[in-house]
């Protein structure tokens, strides 16, 4: 608890990239939040999904947890001090293990007011009428959202650690997640059930025909996980970081 303790202050003493990331989270929520609610509203009747849509409207937020798992993991090896954090815990699985924990965290936090304000938006705007209904299936995808952000922050967290690189991990998980992973589904169909994107549509509880179901979605992050979370300890067991 020590160590994770101390991994939360080292994330809390860059107080203006986690600014950045959090106002760049909610810009892009509060658009979207207010473009989706602008358009049901012009309608006569709300749209059945609305609810739906506002409860989900927060899951930009795992790019942003993404990139916060990576910036835990790399940080230290740019500026050079993960020389220092290895001589005060020289047991480098359990700096692993306290990081992923920060990272673990630090993403709940940010998914936290991404999740909450397209919700008290939507309460305000058109919550008194009839046909808006946010209930306990809109809270389960909520829900949802914070498991699928602690997931991906470990994913970018892992990534981060094995490359080591800052700028070579976001790159890496951008150009899989936005052009590799779509060429290589639409090439083999077969794979969809096993890529990241697809189930962590899964996981947040997409409604598309072709997401997998949520335990098999599940079951495949945990397994990407383990093999991340293996060649980041091994890597890093091996690295010479003098």
């Known amino acids: 608890m020590r160590l994770v303790t101390a991994e939360l202050l080292k994330v809390w003493t860059a107080p203006r990239t986690l600014l950045g990331i959090l106002l760049s989270e909610l810009a892009i929520v509060l658009i979207g939040t207010i473009a ?11 749209p059945p999904h609305l609810s739906r849509d506002i409860a989900t409207m927060g899951g930009i937020a795992l790019l942003f947890t993404t990139l916060v798992g990576i910036l835990i993991a790399t940080t230290e090896y740019r500026h050079g001090t993960i020389t220092l954090t290895f001589l005060a815990a020289p047991v480098r699985e359990k700096v692993l293990a ?3 924990g920060a990272a673990v965290i630090a993403s709940v936090l940010l998914v936290l007011p991404a999740a909450l304000l397209p919700i008290v938006i939507a309460e305000i705007w058109v919550g008194g009428r009839a046909e808006y209904h946010f209930g306990g299936h809109e809270w389960q995808l909520v829900a949802r959202l914070f498991l699928g952000a602690a997931l991906v922050a470990m994913i970018g967290f892992f990534i981060g650690a094995s490359l080591k690189r800052q700028l070579g991990a976001v790159i890496l998980v951008l150009a899989w997640l936005v052009f590799l992973e779509p060429a290589l589904g639409g090439l083999f169909p077969g794979t969809k059930d096993y890529l990241i994107g697809p189930n962590i549509g899964g996981v947040l509880g997409d409604s598309g025909n072709d997401v997998p179901s949520f335990g098999h979605s599940f079951a495949v992050i945990v397994a990407y996980l383990v093999v991340l979370g293996a060649v980041a300890v091994v890597l890093t067991r091996r690295r010479d970081v003098t």
């Open 98 to 100: 306290a990081k992923t």
């Open 36 to 46: 989706t609610l602008h358009s049901a509203v012009n309608d006569p009747v709300l």
